[in-house]
Nanobody, 125 residues
Framework: QVQLVESGGGLVQDGGSLRLSCAASGRTFSSFYMGWFRQAPGKEREFVAAITRSGEGTAVVASVKGRFTISRDNAKNSVYLQMNSLKPEDTAVYYC??????????????????WGQGTLVTVSS
C-alpha cells in the first residue's frame, strides 16, 4: 500500500516562493497519476495541479497558472509543487493525492485512492 507524506510548507511573505514535496512509500509510485489540492479555512478542498504517470503531461488550475509548477521524480518516488509569486489567497493546507486510474481533478477528488496528511502554507501580506 502506498502512503504519501508532504513536506515543505511554512510561512512566506507575499511574492515569495516555496517548494512542496510529497514522498511516496512503496514500489508502485510510477503507476499513479499524482496531484496537489488545497483547502483554505472555511472552504472546500480544491484542485491545484496534476501530473501524468510519466511526468510528460501536467495541468494546473487557472488561478495558479504561470506561478505554480508540478513535477515528479519516479526514481525518488516523489512529486513536487514549486510555488512562486505567492499571494495571501494561496494560504491553505496543501494535500498530495494520487490515483491509479485517472488524473486527479475536482470531479474525481472524493474517489481518489491516495491522500497525504497535508502541509500548511501561510502567505503573509
Amino acid at each position: 500500500q502506498v502512503q504519501l507524506v508532504e513536506s515543505g510548507g511554512g510561512l512566506v511573505q507575499d511574492g515569495g516562493s516555496l517548494r512542496l514535496s510529497c514522498a511516496a512509500s512503496g514500489r508502485t509510485f510510477s503507476s499513479f497519476y499524482m496531484g496537489w489540492f488545497r483547502q483554505a479555512p472555511g472552504k472546500e478542498r480544491e484542485f491545484v495541479a496534476a501530473i501524468t504517470r510519466s511526468g510528460e503531461g501536467t495541468a494546473v488550475v487557472a488561478s495558479v497558472k504561470g506561478r505554480f509548477t508540478i513535477s515528479r521524480d519516479n526514481a525518488k518516488n516523489s512529486v513536487y509543487l514549486q510555488m512562486n509569486s505567492l499571494k495571501p489567497e494561496d494560504t491553505a493546507v496543501y494535500y498530495c493525492a494520487g490515483d491509479s486510474r485517472a488524473l486527479p481533478n475536482n470531479d474525481n477528488r472524493k474517489a481518489l485512492e491516495l491522500w497525504g496528511q497535508g502541509t500548511l502554507v501561510t502567505v503573509s501580506s
